[in-house]
């Protein structure tokens, strides 16, 4: 036994002989081992070669937290704000995951229809508050008026409530009756209102003649699915006012669907290249207006745009404008340079993911560019004619008498008219 246990401490030590007489040898060399090499020779697995997939170290991070955090979380909210830190990982704002609250937002207002009420809502503290009361909608007919706060829904009080889970509550079944506390000024009491709820759809196509012209001003607050035949309607009306100048009032629209923005383009533009869609690997797209719908416009067209002009609002602001078919009036436009498609899951959330760039017809790139702080420094649509609007005096958009911005359309337009 001693002689066998003498024979392993002679093996063990040549063992460690033989592993220095290398360490040795790249010592003199100044050739030092490296770590990894130290620990392939005693068997020591390098950590950094061991990759864990994506999916899996996402998912063992989520139970991790899920099983060991100190306190029971929101596993829903968990997984859909981390897909939201996804997304918010590229640097693209146009880039979002939504949750299924969000995402129903955004598919009712592209789809402009929905049963409810018809009116729009802004946050309050104690509520809602009345933007807006659709023309011809049940709460115009129950006696809702604009800057009304609703401060109860059935009866139950949603102080304190996001304008989401209000708009939740007023919504439902074609048919049924919904009972709204309402807060009005100069009133004593609240109002409680009974309305029966009906199919509706979002007014996004404003129009009027301005008092004393024969010009015909139209404000398009997105474009949605129901534009184009609200904007036909429009355009029918005012060919038979027989106007001789129009205004259309894009301030203030964020966009909404391509298709949109092409078919009201297809009123003036036949068959024309309305953007250039640069997507992936070198893939390019051209989309044009269809053919054989354009009217005959024969009176001048001045369009008015901000800095809250963007996506598919500065698509026809621009095409227009690159044709030219219209003049533009007001201040730069966002510079929302880039097309996002929709991805729909199970769950009712939504993906919108940026998919390609795209260039107006001139070739022009309209991408926006800010600085560190997040401050506007160049892109965007230039007008024609800059007008910083006046917010010491305007009342609201369309006002003829303080909207100074309207104003030089109008002048636009008369100077344009004898040319």
């Known amino acids: 036994m001693r002689s066998v246990s003498k024979f392993f401490s002679v093996l063990a030590a040549s063992c460690f002989l033989f592993l ?17 090499s130290l620990k392939r020779l005693i068997g020591v697995k390098d950590a950094s ?7 899996k170290l996402y998912q063992l991070t989520y139970n991790r937290i899920v099983n060991d955090y100190y306190r029971k979380v929101d596993e829903e909210n968990l997984k859909y704000v981390s897909l939201e830190g996804l997304t918010r990982s590229l640097g693209d704002p146009h880039t979002a995951f939504l949750m299924p609250r969000f995402a129903e937002a955004f598919e009712l207002e592209t789809k402009g229809n ?4 018809g009116a729009r809502l802004s946050p309050d503290p104690l509520g809602a508050r009345v933007a807006n009361v659709f023309d011809g909608s049940p709460a115009q007919r129950a006696g809702v008026q604009m800057n009304d706060v609703i401060t109860g829904v059935d009866g139950k009080t949603v102080s304190g409530k996001e304008v989401e889970d209000i708009v939740k509550l007023i919504r439902g079944d074609e048919g049924t009756v919904v009972k709204l506390t309402i807060l009005r000024e100069k009133l004593a009491k609240p109002l409680v209102l009974a309305i029966r709820r009906a199919r509706i759809t979002t007014p996004t196509v404003e129009a009027k003649l301005l008092p004393g012209t024969k010009i015909g001003y139209m404000m398009i607050t997105n474009f949605a ?5 609200q904007f036909d309607k429009a355009l029918d009306q005012f060919e038979k006012s027989k106007i001789n100048g129009l205004i259309i009032d894009l301030r203030g629209n964020p966009g909404g669907l391509l298709q949109s923005a092409k078919d009201t383009l297809s009123r003036f533009l036949d068959n024309k290249v309305i953007v250039t869609m640069r ?12 053919a054989g719908l354009a009217r005959m416009i024969d009176y001048p067209i001045a369009i008015l745009i901000n800095e809250d ?19 533009l009036v007001g201040e730069h436009s966002y510079g929302k340079a880039s097309v996002q498609k929709p991805v729909n899951f199970i769950d009712k959330s939504m993906l919108k993911i940026t998919i390609a760039r795209y260039y107006l017809p001139r070739g022009t790139d309209i991408s926006r560019r800010v600085d560190e702080d997040g401050v506007y420094i160049s892109g965007g649509l230039q007008p024609d004619y800059p007008v910083e609007l006046d917010l010491d005096k ?7 008498k303080t909207d100074n911005q309207l104003q030089k359309a109008v002048e636009v337009i008369k100077n344009s008219q004898y040319h």
Do not use: C, H
Not at 23 to 35: I, K, V, Y
Not at 225 to 229: A, C, K, L, S, V
Not at 311 to 322: H, N
């Open 20 to 36: 220095l007489g290398f360490a040795w040898r790249d010592l003199q060399s100044l050739n030092p081992p490296s770590t990894a």
């Open 114 to 117: 929905f049963v409810g009420v």
């Open 309 to 327: 002009s963007a996506s598919a609002s500065e698509i026809f602001a621009g095409v227009m404008q690159d044709y030219k078919v219209a003049k």
């Open 49 to 55: 070669s061991t990759k864990i997939p994506d999916t």
């Open 279 to 290: 997507e992936r690997d070198g893939i390019v797209e051209k989309v044009r207006t269809d």
């Open 394 to 400: 305007i009342k609201s958009f369309g006002d003829i």
């Open 225 to 229: 699915e129901p534009t184009i035949d």
